[in-house]
């Protein structure tokens, strides 16, 4: 700047802007909270760029122990046993949903009449256990405080027989007698009614009737499990000696790093005598460098036996798959079967590739960074806290949260954005008037409540319901478990709608009125107007509306947590559609459960700082694009 | 004022958005296969009364025929069991500000026609074709039929406007101040178009512009506060004014 530009330089003159104005303050108030909020956006993401970093070298560090150690040799033969497990669980599955499916009378009517006795049991069991525990002489039962229990007991009896659950497969008769019967009880009275005795006996003896003819098929599936004996007998004696070898290692690495904190201090010490003693200190703490060398070399010797045992295992299952029965006359039980058959030959294909894997290992071959990257990126284990070895792979959680959001959207995408043209196109203003607010109260509701419900509720209601032998042929059906996937997806739905339906109903209000009065003054009828323009018309709106929603469903936490079953796998899908019936864990979840838990620091800390980065990137990207589409839309 | 068969007959007329009356006893007779322009001071009610030909204001809440009636070719078309869709197919209408979808041209020209459930692709192209070419559009976008209609200058969106209108041969076109929007280049175009869309069409045009009714249209009905204070052929409105207020209004002493 010049200085005749200067205004200071200038001479004083008429039109002088004098002193700090008012109006200047409320600007520097408003630019100072917008700047606050820049601010605290860039350190939230430093503080978690620095916490999640330093992941990534402490990684690296573990899965050099887990190959200097030969752990990572043991899991090339482990992980064809667990295949070989699976394998066998999956045939064990369709042996007994064959049984159990030819007689399903009576293992229905079995667990009918036990669910029934069960039922009352839990009910009148904390009264009934207080008027035994009384009545023994021991406890100098006291007449009156006894009388008391066993009315509080004959209260809770009668109220536990007033709701007992339904037995569709039970004769009215048969269920009159059983009600009955335990109506009859004595208060003592430790066994089963005779009816449940009866029914379970029934149910025992169609299930030996009908393994008769499976015989075959269960010989065949024991001498598959067996042949897995010898490779099983091989890995446990190869786990004791390198889970030995790694301990050590890590007691070195932990010693060197006390060390070079002493250090550090030493050279901080300003006072020489001080200095001294704690150099003193460090240079004995210097750990010996452990053996390593020995153990690899011994744990190396196994590799013929290990071939061998593949081999055998390997031939084996290719006998075997020939005599399996080409099909099961059971529904799951063919399904099952299926699966089985399917994955047998990348089973056989895995087996054959191991022998070169197992001479081609070495414990000395460097680990890099990129590696811990790609193994957190593409790990398919999330195992934590395991005497074996942690593995940060964010697969199962990433699917978790991608298949819970699938769910999601798919119930919520057409309900929202239904809901949207509804009130918007179609509704009376009296209809507009309710339906609205309503919707956009679910909004309010805590997620925490939601997740109560889910629970309690829904995912209660849902499984009796997966019962109910008409809906039988429902993939999935009945649910193992009450807390799965689609529980998650259900409310999540819920927790999505009312953001889909607000953001869509905008973005069709938004659409120009001529554009929907040009149409129907050209002969078009309303649902033609609603639908061919001004659908189109916030098509943009009605997609950046659904990112967000799905925004929205991949950032919850609270009713994942809750309603998800968090189990940390992949989900497995073999079950086709039934595998939205599985539990299991998220990205958020797995942050808000573990996270408390971790020592501060440890690599298992920092890789969840990671996973909300990850996440933090994923909903920002959503958002971003969200409103790209929102603003494409204005123009 | 050249007497032929006539298009609209109103009788009477009142209407009123909700409290509110803005019309006041309307009684009209448009003559078909001419133009007759609507002139008035802005609220006067032109775009009201235009608006009941093809009954669009029934879109607007409260809005309503308090009397009177109104034949198109002699049927009243607020009797209960007509047809909306049919009676728009036969009065098309351009609007104030030129609004085409957002589609492409063709689309755009298109759209009355898949409405009404011609789809077939061939059949399409020809009355595509057509309605540009009436509209004196087809030179400038035959090469980009399938490109944005948002693509085109604000003349050129009001013509495509005006094609879409007539693309199902429509037996009335109104028209709400077509060139309201529009530089006097493009203006000038759509007067030119209107001399010849008129020997197929009638057209009924409410405008602000005193000079275009004189050069455009055949008859003229001047309205004030929601009246029609006169009407006759333009020639001898804007001429011979038998009332004061339309005197004082062409002579611009007022509006
Ligand atoms: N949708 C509506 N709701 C209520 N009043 C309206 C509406 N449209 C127009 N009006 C009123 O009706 C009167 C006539 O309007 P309009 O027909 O648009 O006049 P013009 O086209 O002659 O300028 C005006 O007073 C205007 O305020
Ligand atoms: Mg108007």
Redesign the pocket.
């Known amino acids: 700047m010049s200085p005749e530009e200067n205004p200071s330089d200038l001479a004083p003159h008429r039109f002088q802007k004098r002193g700090f104005s008012y109006e200047r303050a409320i600007k520097y108030f408003f630019a100072s909270n917008a700047g606050l909020t820049i601010v605290i956006l860039a350190l939230i993401i430093i503080f978690l760029l620095k916490e999640g970093l330093g992941f990534f070298p402490g990684y690296q560090r573990e899965l050099q122990v887990y190959r200097i150690a030969g752990l990572e040799f043991v899991d090339i033969s482990r992980k064809n046993l667990t295949a070989h497990e699976q394998l066998t669980s999956v045939l064990n599955r369709a042996y007994y949903a064959e049984i159990n499916g030819r007689c399903i009378k009576q293992m229905r009517r079995s667990q009918e009449a036990s669910a029934l006795f069960n039922a009352y049991t839990d009910q009148t069991g904390p009264t009934r256990d207080l008027v035994l525990n009384n009545s023994q002489a021991a406890s100098s039962p006291n007449s009156e405080m006894l009388k008391n229990l066993k009315a509080n007991y004959e209260q809770q009896k009668a109220k536990a027989l007033a709701s007992l659950t339904a037995t569709p497969h039970l004769t009215q008769m048969e269920r009159r007698d059983l009600i009955e019967s335990v109506r009859s009880r004595a208060v003592n009275d430790t066994d089963d009614p005779l009816f449940v005795t009866t029914l379970a006996e029934e149910f025992t003896a169609a299930q030996h009737k009908q393994a008769e003819p499976l015989q075959a098929l269960r010989s065949t599936i024991d001498s598959f499990s067996s042949a897995g004996s010898e490779l099983s007998s091989l890995v446990s004696e190869m786990t004791e000696s390198v889970i030995a070898t790694k301990e050590k290692i890590q007691g070195a690495d932990i010693l060197e790093k006390d060390r070079k904190t002493l250090l550090a201090a030493a050279s901080g010490a300003k006072d020489p005598v001080e200095r001294e003693k704690l150099m003193t200190e460090a240079r004995t703490s210097l750990a010996d460098k452990p053996d390593v060398e020995g153990p690899i070399q011994l744990l190396l010797e196994h590799r013929p036996d290990c071939i061998k045992a593949h081999t055998a295992l390997r031939d084996a299952s290719t006998r075997i798959i020939g005599q399996l029965p080409s099909s099961l006359t059971q529904l799951e039980a063919a399904r099952l079967l299926k699966a089985a058959r399917h994955s047998w030959p990348f089973f056989i294909a895995d087996l054959e590739k191991t022998p070169a894997a197992i001479n081609a290992w070495k414990p000395d071959a460097p680990v890099p960074l990129t590696d811990s990257i790609s193994s957190f990126l593409t790990g398919k284990d999330w195992v934590t806290g395991g005497e074996w070895q942690d593995f940060y792979g964010i697969l199962p959680l990433a699917a978790g949260s991608l298949m819970i959001s699938i769910v999601a959207l798919v119930l919520a995408i057409p309900t929202g954005i239904g809901a949207a043209v509804y009130v918007n196109q179609f509704a009376s203003p009296w209809e507009q008037s309710v339906v609205k607010p309503i919707i956009e109260f679910i909004q309010a509701i805590p997620s925490v409540v939601l997740g109560f419900i889910g629970i309690l509720v829904f995912g209660t209601v849902l499984r009796d319901i997966s019962l109910w032998d008409s809906l039988q042929w429902i993939p999935g059906f009945p649910l193992e478990e009450r807390l799965n996937i689609f529980t998650a997806g259900c409310l999540l739905a819920l927790m999505s709608i009312p953001t889909i339906f607000s953001l869509a109903e905008d973005a069709i209000n938004n659409v120009p009125s001529a554009y929907a009065e040009a149409s129907e003054a050209l002969g078009a009828s309303q649902v033609q107007t609603t639908f061919r323009v001004v659908i189109p018309a916030a098509f943009s709106g009605i997609l950046a509306a659904v990112l967000l929603g799905f925004g929205r469903v991949i950032g919850e936490t609270m009713v994942v947590l809750l309603v998800a079953g968090n189990r940390i796998k992949i989900p497995d899908f073999t079950a086709g559609l039934g595998t939205f019936f599985q539990p299991c864990h998220t990205l958020t979840g797995i942050i808000a459960q573990e996270l408390g838990e971790v020592p501060m620091g440890s690599v298992h800390y920092r890789a969840l700082f990671v996973v909300g980065i990850l996440l933090f990137a994923v909903v920002l990207t959503i958002n971003a694009t969200a409103h790209r589409f929102v603003n494409k839309m204005k123009h | 004022m050249v007497k032929t068969s006539t298009a609209i007959q109103i009788n009477n007329l009142s209407f009123a958005?909700g409290a509110?009356q803005?019309l006041h006893d309307v009684s009209l007779e448009i003559p078909a296969r001419q133009v007759t322009a609507f002139i008035?001071p802005?609220?006067?009610?032109?775009?009201?009364l235009l608006r009941c030909f093809n009954r669009i204001n029934d879109r607007?809440p409260g809005a309503k025929l308090t009397a009177g009636s109104i034949l198109v070719h002699d049927i009243d078309i607020n009797r209960t069991d007509i047809d909306l869709q049919e009676l728009r197919r036969r009065i098309g209408m351009v609007f104030q500000k030129y609004n085409p979808f957002a589609k492409s041209i063709y689309d755009n020209v298109a759209f009355s026609l898949r409405a009404a459930g011609r789809t077939k692709r061939s059949v399409l192209d020809g009355i595509v074709e057509n309605a540009l070419k009436n509209a004196a559009l087809w030179d400038e976008v035959k090469s980009r039929l399938h490109a944005s209609a948002f693509g085109l200058s604000g003349g050129q969106q009001q013509r495509l406007c005006i094609a879409r209108a007539i693309a199902n041969q429509p037996e009335i076109l109104l028209m709400d101040e077509p060139c309201a929007a529009l530089d006097p280049l493009a203006t000038l175009k759509i007067e030119e178009l209107l001399s010849e869309l008129k020997k197929q069409y009638t057209i009924i045009i409410?405008t602000h512009n005193l000079a275009q009714a004189t050069r455009c249209s055949d008859n003229t009905a001047f309205m004030y506060l929601g009246k029609v204070i006169e009407y006759g052929s333009t020639m001898q409105l804007f001429e011979n004014p038998k009332e004061p207020q339309t005197e004082a209004y062409v002579t611009g002493k007022f509006g």
């Open positions: 958005y509110k803005v008035g802005s609220g006067c009610g032109k775009s009201t607007i409410v």
